[in-house]
T-cell receptor
Framework: DAMVIQNPRYQVTQFGKPVTLSCSQT?????MYWYQQKSSQAPKLLFH???????NEADTPDNFQSRRPNTSFCFLDIRSPGLGDAAMYLCATSRGGTPSNEQFFGPGTRLTVL | GQNIDQPTEMTATEGAIVQINCTYQ??????LFWYQQHAGEAPTFLSY??LDGLEEKGRFSSFLSRSKGYSYLLLKELQMKDSASYLCAVRGVRRDSNYQLIWGAGTKLIIKP
């Protein structure tokens, strides 16, 4: 089955210790997104790739970086995690260009910062 | 600014009907999505409305009124597995190469036996 895969599902890191979350997809979608979601809050878009074009949200901290080495993979790097970065990180994909195209989500990575 | 409002939490009884409302104010409108999210899991797509009216899909229906900036999700014959958060998201203006998607905080639906 075509899907969006995220690894790891659970990540524990220490304050200030860099961490990388990964996402892969078999849907062959050209758009990939990274969201941060805290409990009972809306998903917050951090950035997205439209093909190879990187689009950063204006309020995404510099602490968050992303890489998309090819169509299938996308990484989220948190350079110096703080306690406030503890959250669920969701990767999503979609076909671009048409507003009706829905986003398909991976199962998420729950990040704990000690 | 842009905002989407949904009730924070609702409770309903198994077998009953529940309506979850969503109102929005956005700069531009290119459709409205409903997603279901079980606790600790990823959102999954339920429906998309871009024209006014009711769209029915099994036990779930979604309604849109663009003039009122209003949508609702109607769930019939409620089952315990319907306990989840329901997120409303509006497709806004095209920015750069993609269309914005503005998310509501979600409505937590609790189903009681």
């Amino acid at each position: 089955d075509a899907m969006v895969i995220q690894n790891p599902r659970y990540q524990v890191t220490q304050f200030g210790k860099p961490v990388t979350l990964s996402c892969s997809q078999t849907l062959n979608h050209n758009v990939m997104y990274w969201y941060q979601q805290k409990s009972s809050q809306a998903p917050k878009l951090l950035f997205h790739y439209y093909d190879k074009d990187f689009n950063n949200e204006a309020d995404t901290p510099d602490n968050f970086q992303s890489r998309r080495p090819n169509t299938s993979f996308c990484f989220l790097d948190i350079r110096s995690p703080g306690l406030g970065d503890a959250a669920m990180y969701l990767c999503a994909t979609s076909r671009g260009g048409t507003p009706s195209n829905e986003q398909f989500f991976g199962p998420g990575t729950r990040l704990t910062v000690l | 600014g842009q905002n989407i409002d949904q009730p924070t939490e609702m409770t309903a009884t198994e077998g009953a009907i529940v309506q979850i409302n969503c109102t929005y104010q956005t700069s531009g409108f290119n459709g409205l999505f409903w997603y279901q999210q079980h606790a600790g899991e990823a959102p999954t797509f339920l429906s998309y409305n871009v024209l006014d009216g009711l769209e029915e899909k099994g036990r779930f229906s979604s309604f849109l009124s663009r003039s009122k900036g209003y949508s609702y999700l109607l769930l019939k014959e409620l089952q315990m597995k319907d306990s989840a958060s329901y997120l409303c998201a509006v497709r806004g203006v095209r920015r750069d190469s993609n269309y914005q998607l503005i998310w509501g905080a979600g409505t937590k639906l609790i189903i009681k036996p």
